[in-house]
């Protein structure tokens, strides 16, 4: 059991990293549709982790989250987040400021959204069309690892099962208005001025703290009825 609870965390710290770089590209892609290249100059219009690497958010942090109950630290579990490189971006370019800038922003935790629910039409799918797909869906999706399911079906199933649940973490946790996640930017575009300018001394370690302590009570609270929502909808197809 031990094993496969290890091997359950390697998918999803690879899936967490494929995420978050299909997050930074939808920031990169939007912003490169709506007149702003910078991102696009960078090479941040790709997939591959090189280009979205933030060593604490991508690597470090994700890391304890999922990694740290195998070392001891289980204050460290629970938590499927994480952040990348910010993709650059030149409000400037925009026609329209404001309204650009918050659908760059934006983007990034649609790309989530829409990830998840690719990974719900698999399911729905291997329910439908699999022979005893249904049976490994439900108890997957429960927590359960079925033993008599063929391997493949499986691991299928397991990987979108992780991608939902990452992706929703995501999607939640960059919508907090903390610096430097997505919804800070949204949040400070409908600031008045001088609200903006104490918003951006927020320190990094301040916000750091905010991420863990209330990022974590924000996902518990809105994670749970999401996924539910999930399973509601794998029952009745």
């Given amino acids: 059991m031990q094993a496969t609870a290890f091997l359950i965390a390697v998918f999803e710290f690879v899936l967490l990293i494929f995420s978050l770089s299909f997050h930074e590209c939808a920031h990169a892609w939007t912003a490169s549709r709506l007149g702003d290249q910078t991102a696009r100059l960078q090479g941040r219009i790709t997939l591959n982790p090189i280009y979205h690497v933030d060593p604490i958010g991508t690597l ?11 070392l001891g630290m289980g204050m460290f579990g629970g938590m499927l987040v994480g952040w990348a ?22 983007a990034g935790p649609v790309s989530n959204l829409v990830i998840a629910l690719a990974a719900l039409v698999v399911l729905i799918v291997t329910s439908v069309a699999v022979p005893g797909g249904r049976l490994v869906v439900m108890s997957t999706f429960a927590g359960a690892i079925s033993l008599q399911a063929p391997s493949g079906t499986q691991a299928i199933v397991l990987l979108c099962v992780l991608a939902i649940q990452i992706n ?3 999607m939640f946790f960059n919508l907090l208005p903390i610096p430097p996640l997505d919804g800070s930017h949204v949040l400070r575009n409908m600031l008045p001025y001088n609200a903006v300018q104490a918003y951006d001394r927020m320190g990094m370690w301040v916000s750091y703290l905010l991420m863990i302590f209330v990022g974590g009570f924000v996902l518990r609270l809105l994670l749970g009825p999401s996924l539910a929502a999930f399973y509601f909808v794998l029952r009745h197809v």
Avoid at 60 to 70: D, K, Q, R, V, Y
Avoid at 85 to 106: A, G, W
């Fill in 168 to 170: 929703l973490s995501l």
């Fill in 60 to 70: 470090i942090f994700p890391a304890l989250m999922i990694f740290g109950p195998f």
């Fill in 85 to 106: 490189k910010p993709t650059p971006v030149i409000s400037r370019n925009f026609r329209k400021i404001k309204r650009d800038e918050n659908l760059v922003t934006l």
